[in-house]
């Protein structure tokens, strides 16, 4: 549990075959309060208390866009559990979610987010999802699901690279995923095992660094997907970005796949930005010495867009703000 | 639902959470004011309660919705337009960044 007293969930994706259930046993080993929610009893072979079996069922929610579903079987599912660890007969401190290689996790965000009685018990703590090191860069290109799941990471986990040959480095892959999903934390795993070292630098560093213009990602299925990474060079006014932000997301959620980074504020403080498509995070104040890269940023993981003109409208906006500054609260507030 | 008014409390939305260390007065006038402005490049009118709490949308024809949080605010200015007011609109920025300097 977390100091708001919700109970984590963690989405665990990645292509069948991928070392999703090694690293699923893994997770399990010493953790008998953790549940775990599968497709279907079999697909993963794990044994465990709190296993459940969830089929996807979907009810398409506000004007049918595909990360605006509720996943009604998985609203069934946590209730469930939840029932049980108020009633005692089952202690619940977190939840896996196995999320199949050809699921969007979109929609389980959504659910979790947006449910009226869930989302004050669950949040939505990473998405991981398993990348095969060796077969990963053709399941790329042939299905668009792992693509998306990529993008939508939070970490990623580079399994089977002791499959790799001298003359196959991961770099090559790790930079490639590196430059898909900036957000991500990118580690490897050996028999489920995940190691400390990251395979490439910090968002936040990755963030400062990129190009503004960036990256068109080479391959089939991410040929228009686009980064902008902006970086914290000064503070942003946060009631100017949360409207920019809002109405982008309500006009373009869609083609916004991910929105993840630090925002420096006017005290010096740091607010955490954090979204999926339509679906957003509370923000949250985190103080520089909470975190090991203190330095701001956000990164703006896009399909579709033009990335140039994203950056000047939130220009335009935080310029917005200034017409507010000098308005007199008082005098603004006062009835007429 | 809120006892004093009958008003029908929405759903919490994020830009709602506190983030820094601006005043509650301060924010909802700087709101005010910013949202008034992207409202009448677009074509519409914006006004809210002094409580900053529910907010009216209007057009020219007489159409008014009301709406509470930002998300709902979107919305509602959707239904009035028949279409999402777009950040992205070169038109829209063009518009926004003349305004700038008088509010």
């Keep these: ?336 | 639902m809120c006892i004093l008014c009958y008003g029908v409390a929405g759903e919490e939305h994020w830009t709602d959470a506190r983030v820094g260390n601006e005043s509650r007065a301060s924010v909802r006038a700087r709101r005010r004011a910013m949202l008034a402005q992207i409202m009448a490049v677009n074509g519409l009118g914006y006004g809210d309660d002094p409580s900053g709490v529910t907010s009216l949308i209007s057009n020219r024809k007489g159409g008014v919705r009301v709406a509470g949080n930002l998300g709902e605010v979107w919305a509602a200015a959707e239904s009035l337009t028949g279409r999402p007011l777009d950040p992205l609109d070169p038109a829209v920025l063009v518009r926004l960044a003349a305004r700038r300097p008088h509010g």
Excluded at chain 1, 11 to 24: D, E, H, N, R, Y
Excluded at chain 1, 85 to 107: F, K, N
Excluded at chain 1, 133 to 160: C, F, M, S, W
């Design chain 1, 1 to 336: 549990m977390t100091e708001s007293g919700r109970i984590p969930v963690t989405i665990l994706g990645g292509f069948l075959g991928s070392g999703k259930t090694s690293l699923l046993r893994h997770m399990l080993t010493g953790a008998p309060d953790t549940a775990v929610i599968v497709n279907e009893f079999g697909a993963v072979s794990v044994d465990h208390k709190l296993l459940r079996s969830s089929e996807a069922r979907v009810a398409i929610v506000g004007g049918g866009c595909a990360c605006c579903t509720r996943r009604e079987d998985l609203e069934e599912t946590l209730v469930e559990l939840l029932d049980a660890h108020d009633r005692g007969t089952a202690r619940l401190s977190r939840v896996v979610i196995e999320c199949s290689g050809l699921a969007d996790p979109a929609p389980i965000v959504f659910t979790i987010a947006h449910h009226p009685m869930l989302r004050h018990h669950y949040y939505v703590e990473r998405l991981i999802v398993t990348v095969d090191g060796y077969n990963g860069p053709g399941q790329l290109d042939a299905h668009p699901e792992v693509a998306k799941q990529i993008l939508l990471a939070d970490e990623l986990v580079l399994t089977k690279l002791d499959l790799l040959g001298d003359d196959q480095p991961a770099e090559h892959l790790v930079s490639e995923l590196a430059k898909l999903n900036p957000t991500a934390r990118i580690r490897s795993a050996l028999y489920g095992v995940v190691g400390d070292e990251e395979l490439r630098p910090a968002a936040g560093a990755a963030a400062r660094t990129a190009d503004p213009d960036t990256p068109e990602i080479s391959g089939h299925h991410t040929d228009d997907v686009r980064v902008l990474s902006v970086p914290a060079d000064a503070p942003l006014d946060w009631l100017a970005f949360s409207i920019w932000l809002s109405m982008l997301l309500h006009a373009r959620g869609e083609q916004v796949l991910r929105v993840k980074g630090l925002i420096e504020l006017d005290d010096g403080t740091l607010a955490s930005v954090n979204g999926v498509q339509h679906v957003m995070h509370m923000p949250e104040h985190i103080t520089r010495a909470a975190i090991a890269d203190p330095a701001g940023g956000i990164v703006f993981i896009t399909r579709g867009l033009d990335v140039d003109r994203l950056k000047q409208s939130l220009d335009t906006f935080q310029r917005l703000a200034d017409t507010g500054a000098n308005i007199r609260p008082a005098r603004a507030s006062r009835p007429r």
